[in-house]
């Protein structure tokens, strides 16, 4: 006796399946139309800089930006932070599910991290491997655990040009990390992802919906006038732009590819909570996931 099996087809009702090739059934048409879905909705992280006090001084709303971001870039206490602050963004993060990364600095509190320094390779190895694992400590007590590292200020503009500064940085990641190694969040087309990439680690390209670009693709310096946007809908719209086209205007005018996976956001700006609360709403309007990359 033959038996005849209806199938719902994944086709349309007037277009027959291509010969040799069987109707899949509706819950197949289904997967792969929400896998191709995911394969096209944009999806960005968005960090912050956080734990930037010292002692009764704070600079940054920890809590106020950790119910927005997905990646929180925490002071190790070379260049801000101390074990008090650590521990308590830290646990801080946990609760609300944001990923905890070492925010590495050169060794400079009285300069915020942001003056150039000589360091030799060694050394900075040494220390960056120094902040990554104090901040585990406080992480693993959190109940969660360092997902990524991000040099900060001066260390971050120096290892985009510098091939044996970032040498170090990465030589520094992978004596804290060991062979698991962790992410290394930089500036598109630095030495520094270029290095990490050479060491096996991952290498997370970041781009600043603030700061103003070089035709080059760089930041301008802060020092410039115009480094440093202000306009909150100016932010906004570049956030936007910058997570759905991978794209933002330089100073110039011209178009500039930015193939970021995450998006920073100042946090020791006037009003910074509520304009990272304003870009994620326009980003998930826009039809953005937000989630973190590690």
């Not at 010292?54 to 920890?62: A, E, S, V, Y």
């Not at 290394?184 to 970041?206: Q, R, T």
């Amino acid at each position: 006796m033959s038996r005849t099996t209806t199938q719902t087809a994944w086709f349309p009702p007037d277009r027959p399946p291509a010969a040799g090739r069987a109707a899949r059934p509706r819950h197949r048409r289904l997967f792969y139309a929400h896998r191709m879905a995911s394969m096209i909705t944009p999806l960005i992280d968005l960090n912050a800089d956080l734990g930037e006090g010292f002692g009764r001084w704070t600079l940054t709303d920890d809590a106020a930006l950790l119910s927005v971001v997905t990646s929180a870039n925490v002071a190790c206490g070379f260049h801000a932070g101390d074990p008090s602050i650590m521990r308590r963004v830290c646990e801080l993060a946990a609760e609300r599910g944001v990923r905890i990364g070492a925010q590495v600095s050169y060794r400079d509190l009285a300069g915020f991290g942001r003056r150039a320094m000589d360091v030799p390779a060694g050394e900075l190895a040494a220390e960056v491997a120094y902040q990554i694992g104090a901040l585990e400590v406080f992480a693993r007590a959190a109940g969660s655990r360092v997902s990524y590292v991000k040099p900060h200020g001066a260390l971050y503009n120096r290892t985009v040009h510098d091939a044996g500064q970032a040498a170090a940085v990465v030589a520094g990641v992978r004596l804290a990390a060991g062979e698991a190694g962790l992410p290394v969040l930089g500036l598109p087309g630095s030495l520094l992802l270029a290095a990490a990439a050479e060491e096996g680690l991952e290498a997370v390209p970041e781009a600043f919906a603030d700061r103003a670009y070089t035709p080059q693709g760089t930041l301008v310096p802060r020092g410039e006038p115009g480094a440093v946007l202000h306009d909150p809908d100016a932010v906004v719209g570049r956030a936007v732009r910058m997570a759905a086209e991978r794209s933002v205007t330089a100073s110039d005018g011209s178009p500039v590819a930015v193939p970021a996976r995450s998006l920073c956001l100042h946090g020791d700006t006037p009003g910074a909570a509520g304009l990272a609360r304003r870009v994620r709403e326009a980003l998930e309007g826009a039809g953005v996931r937000v989630e973190a990359f590690a």
